[in-house]
């Protein structure tokens, strides 16, 4: 069964940076490509930020160029690299395999992005 947790969110002023990682078991990061959603409160999950398994990073509009995503196959750990945070972005954020087999979430990790 794969199973992802999530770590690293917080509060965070805005302009400021948080990194959040993910540690997936079950299956290899490398082997998938890997997303990173968030869910507001109120809205629904939306993917912000994949890696396909050669590593090329895609990115939703609204953090092209302020996010970075990374994966690390020996730690088996997929990361979100937060710049230049903005109030907008507060969110609980997941990890999850971009395969539609993998119907199973972590718990998250919430971020705060305070103005």
């Known amino acids: 069964q794969v199973q992802m947790s999530e770590s690293g969110g917080g509060l965070v002023p805005a302009g400021g940076s948080l990194r959040l990682s993910c540690t997936v078991s079950g299956m290899m990061v490398s082997s998938d490509a890997m997303g990173w959603y968030r869910q507001a409160a109120g809205k629904q999950r939306v993917l912000v930020a994949q890696i396909s398994r050669t590593g090329g990073g895609y990115y939703d509009p609204s953090v092209e160029g302020r996010f970075i995503i990374s994966r690390d196959n020996d730690k088996n750990t997929v990361s979100l690299q937060m710049n230049a945070v903005k109030p907008e972005d507060t969110a609980a954020y997941y990890c999850?395999?971009?395969?539609?087999?993998?119907?199973?979430w972590g718990r998250g990790t919430q971020v705060t992005v305070s103005s």
């Open positions: 999850k395999p971009l395969r539609a087999s993998v119907t199973t």
